[in-house]
């Protein structure tokens, strides 16, 4: 079974970190581009950053740089993203994704995007 599994969500004060994983079931991520996507509250699904397949370059939404940071470990079949700074605005549930691509090259189009975790809850509140 192919699958994305996001974890290492949940509730955190405002300044605080996180670190989400997000791990591929049954295929291997090594040639794959993988980005982070959130959504909040009656807001739309929005792309948080993401990181090619080979010679990995990284790309993040406008503001978040500096406080979020994208990673991958294939050894691990495991990308992260790591959140620091942590702000009430950062609260939605967010995604990992996966399509194929052997380029150094990564956008966060959701229709180019295959595979789909369940999503992991991030609240940020004190």
């Known amino acids: 079974q192919v699958q994305l599994v996001e974890s290492g969500g949940g509730l955190v004060q405002p300044g605080g970190s996180l670190r989400l994983s997000c791990a591929a079931v049954?295929?291997?991520?090594?040639?794959?581009?993988i980005g982070w996507f959130r959504q909040a509250p009656g807001k739309e699904r929005e792309g948080v950053s993401c990181?090619?397949?080979?010679?990995?370059?990284?790309w993040y939404e406008t503001g978040l740089k500096g406080r979020f940071s994208i990673s991958r470990d294939n050894a691990a079949n495991t990308v992260y993203l790591q959140m620091n700074s942590l702000k009430p605005d950062d609260t939605a549930v967010y995604y990992c994704?996966?399509?194929?691509?052997?380029?150094?090259?990564?956008?966060?189009?959701?229709?180019?995007?295959?595979?789909w975790g369940q999503g992991t809850q991030v609240t940020v509140s004190s």
């Open positions: 049954g295929f291997t991520l090594d040639y794959y581009a």
């Open positions: 994704a996966a399509y194929f691509s052997g380029g150094d090259y990564c956008g966060v189009n959701p229709d180019e995007y295959r595979y």
């Open positions: 990181i090619s397949s080979t010679d990995p370059t990284t």
